[in-house]
């Protein structure tokens, strides 16, 4: 579970073609669209809300604030009791409950990094993309997209389903599904762009927390 809502953070109901063009060639339109837009952008803050639905369709979602700045290759992002921080070059893990902090060394050549800004671009590479509609929903009119995991044998997840704002090219929603039928879901509340952000954002401060226990992985 751990794995599939990090892979979170760090980017479906009626077959509509649109314009002669196929449902792949439409989604991979809109999503260079969010991607070329996304990248304009200096920083980005976005307060969402996360969900974890369990396959037993009774119960009710379970769902928790959270909070993510991004500033190029560095991010700073707090959910589910923990803070972690990243400055392109390290990450610190604080687990708030436990007062303790994993630092850990960013290799950036390997491809499984966890980074929230590649859910922008993530249907790049590993992913078949489809469109599936346009409708209006909570507001807003709003494109839907499939991504399908190209090797589904090492996937956790059979599908993620992108719910994109129309007028914005903004992400909205993801949906993640599980393979064992649970379902994650981020909805971003807010959007801010290009508010000024300072470099020592992204790194943790060790004066602000002087009883920390510091765990140095690197």
């Known amino acids: 579970m751990k794995k599939i809502i990090t892979g979170i953070i760090f980017s479906l109901l009626i077959y509509s073609p649109i314009f002669g063009q196929n449902n792949a060639e439409k989604a991979k339109e809109i999503l260079d669209n969010v991607s070329e837009e996304t990248k304009n952008y200096s920083t980005i803050q976005v307060?969402?809300?996360?969900?974890?639905?369990?396959?037993?369709?009774?119960?009710?979602?379970?769902?928790?604030?959270?909070?993510?700045?991004?500033?190029?290759?560095?991010?700073k992002l707090t959910l589910l009791g923990n803070t972690i921080y990243n400055d392109g070059s390290s990450m610190w893990t604080h687990m708030l409950e436990e007062n303790e902090v994993i630092i850990a060394k960013v290799n950036k050549d390997d491809e499984n990094n966890f980074n929230p800004a590649k859910m922008l671009t993530?249907?790049?590479?590993?992913?078949?993309?489809?469109?599936?509609?346009?409708?209006?929903?909570?507001?807003?009119?709003?494109?839907?997209?499939?991504?399908?995991?190209?090797?589904?044998?090492e996937s956790e997840y059979s599908r993620i389903r992108l719910f994109i704002d129309k007028d914005k090219s903004q992400l909205w929603k993801i949906e993640y599904f599980a393979k064992?039928?649970?379902?994650?879901?981020?909805?971003?509340?807010?959007?801010?762009?290009n508010k000024s952000l300072s470099n020592s954002t992204f790194a943790f401060d060790t004066t602000a927390h002087p009883d920390a226990m510091i765990i140095d992985e690197r």
């Not at 078949?128 to 709003?142: G, L, M, T, W």
């Not at 064992?180 to 762009?193: A, C, G, K, L």
């Open 47 to 75: 307060n969402f809300v996360f969900s974890h639905q369990s396959k037993d369709a009774e119960s009710e979602a379970n769902r928790t604030q959270g909070t993510l700045l991004l500033k190029g290759d560095k991010y």
């Open 180 to 193: 064992d039928e649970n379902v994650y879901t981020i909805t971003i509340n807010t959007f801010v762009t």
């Open 122 to 153: 993530i249907y790049e590479t590993g992913f078949k993309y489809k469109f599936i509609q346009e409708r209006f929903e909570a507001n807003r009119a709003i494109y839907i997209i499939d991504l399908y995991p190209k090797n589904i044998e």
